[in-house]
């Protein structure tokens, strides 16, 4: 039976939602390298960090920073990656402003090179002509994203290479999610 994967992106149509800042340390700094948890690998324990608002509202269960686009998750949400995905992700706890409930930020360390650039609307790879040599073979486009799921082994939560935006869940990841009640996260087909 073949497996179906979704984009887990956030829902900017909420109704009066907050919008998140980058996660700071106790002392307010924001912490050094911030994209380090959208690159697909596990990276070191940034101790307690706290989550400023950039303007108050309703608090969402699956969430983006401003900035890096850094996920951070609702205690029930979190939950669900942990029972389903404990070897896919890292969940470090934090404290949203204005919050008593748990959150966390979520870091998908799974990276799978899934992506079926003949199913996409369009997928164009950087070249040498664009003047990025750094980017040269990653991806410059992928609009209407497909992957290939025969590419995707027992992962369960991943980025595509060379498109780390999207993070993709499975369908038993996001049927558990729905389940929850999950508010600020929607599932585009993939």
Not at 45 to 54: E, I, Q
Not at 140 to 156: F, K, M, T, Y
Request: charged fraction near 25%.
């Amino acid at each position: 039976m073949p497996r179906h994967f979704f984009e887990l992106e956030f829902d900017v149509d909420v109704p009066g939602r907050w919008y998140l800042r980058e996660p700071t340390n106790f002392e307010g700094q924001v912490v050094p390298d911030i994209w380090a948890f959208v690159y697909g690998r596990a990276v070191a324990d940034p101790g307690k960090l706290r989550v400023p608002l950039s303007r108050p509202g309703k608090p969402l269960d699956f969430d983006k920073t401003t900035v890096a686009g850094t996920p951070i998750v609702s205690g029930r949400v979190a939950d669900v990656f942990r029972e389903l995905a404990p070897n896919d992700v890292q969940l470090f706890p934090v404290d949203v402003q204005g919050q008593s409930e748990p959150y966390c930020l979520l870091n998908v360390t799974r990276v799978i090179r899934c992506i079926d650039d003949a199913a996409c609307e369009e997928a164009r790879l950087w070249t040498p002509q664009d003047g990025r040599p750094d980017r040269s073979g990653e991806y410059h486009v992928v609009s209407g994203l497909r992957i290939d799921p025969l590419a995707v082994n027992d992962e369960v939560v991943f980025r595509p290479w060379g498109y780390l935006l999207p993070i993709i869940v499975d369908g038993e990841v996001k049927a558990a999610m729905e389940r929850t009640g999950i508010v600020g996260g929607r599932f585009i087909a993939v």
